[in-house]
């Protein structure tokens, strides 16, 4: 099925910024909505920022304004370019990606497998 590879995670100081990246292979795809969601230690995980085929985009409430999704379809890749930071953003950033695999005619959901964003001084 189609695989989702994910980069840009690390460690960061309150205020910083980071660039998280995650890219879809596979054969011939169509994808629908690209999401980023995040798991904090204890919490339940949350969506964080949606971006559609079309380009729409929706955030949490606690990231609007800090946070944008963007995604270049030619490269079956989303971004999500963060700032301004917050210790509170410290989790496990999961990136998804719903769609039409051509190659083999089936529908696919799938997954990454996370990558860690720590905020802290």
């Known amino acids: 099925q189609v695989q989702l590879v994910e980069s840009g995670g690390g460690l960061v100081q309150p205020g910083g910024s980071l660039r998280l990246s995650c890219a879809a292979s596979?054969?011939?795809?169509?994808?629908?909505?690209m999401r980023w969601y995040r798991q904090a230690p204890g919490k339940q995980r949350e969506m964080v920022a949606v971006?559609?085929?079309?380009?729409?985009?929706k955030y949490a409430d606690s990231v609007k304004g800090r946070f944008t999704i963007t995604r270049e379809n030619a490269k079956n890749t989303v971004y999500l370019q963060m700032n301004s930071l917050k210790p509170e953003d410290t989790a496990v950033y999961s990136c998804?990606?719903?769609?039409?695999?051509?190659?083999?005619?089936?529908?696919?959901?799938?997954w990454g497998q996370g990558t860690q964003v720590t905020v802290s001084s």
């Open positions: 596979g054969r011939l795809i169509s994808i629908n909505n």
């Open positions: 971006i559609s085929s079309g380009g729409s985009t």
């Open positions: 998804n990606a719903d769609g039409i695999d051509v190659g083999n005619w089936e529908n696919f959901n799938s």
